[in-house]
């Protein structure tokens, strides 16, 4: 209740979301509604766009400015989009792409998000869309990152594989929980925000 008070104090309660049930409310802050449902709005565009232009085969991508704009737009391969020519020019943009597979982000996009300076990434499959917000202020050292990552890959590999190898559950479901737990886990040690979103 103590950031209750305080925000109340500060006048931004109408910037206040409230959660969970009665005995067990939290209050978190959300964006101003009118700006972010017009960047959703592009961002769908830009989701409509990939899927007309790959079927979901292989990847593509599209970034956006804090406006809105469409700054971007690239085909790329199966599982992958070489983005050298674009990357000095992605800080506080907001990156799009698809991933075919339905999993969600790989540590290659969590630290691209994290060395370039963007805003926010995106990735959509069929089933699901993944968002990611890096936090804002004092971005983790890179080396800590990649040790950090390297060590989840181990460990959710050697949890998830009994059960493939058993038949318990198909590769690509031990993937898809497999890259979820990942970035879940990376956002509780280093902050930011992230969602899974069915579609």
Known sequence: MEK????LELRKAKYLKRTGSPGNYKYIYREKTGRRRGIEKEI???YNWIFKETGNKFEAMVVLDI???VVASKLGQENSINIDDIFS???DKIFIHNHPSDSSFSDDDILVALTSGMKEMRAVSNKYE????PK????????????FLTHQQEALYNRWRPEVRSGKMTANEANMIHWHELATNFVKKFGGFYERRER
């Open 67 to 69: 406006d809105g704009k």
């Open 44 to 46: 769908k565009k830009a």
């Open 136 to 147: 804002k202020s004092s971005r983790p050292d890179i080396d800590i990152v990649e040790h």
């Open 4 to 7: 209750l008070e305080k925000a």
């Open 89 to 91: 020019s992605l800080k």
């Open 130 to 133: 993944y968002i990611y917000r």
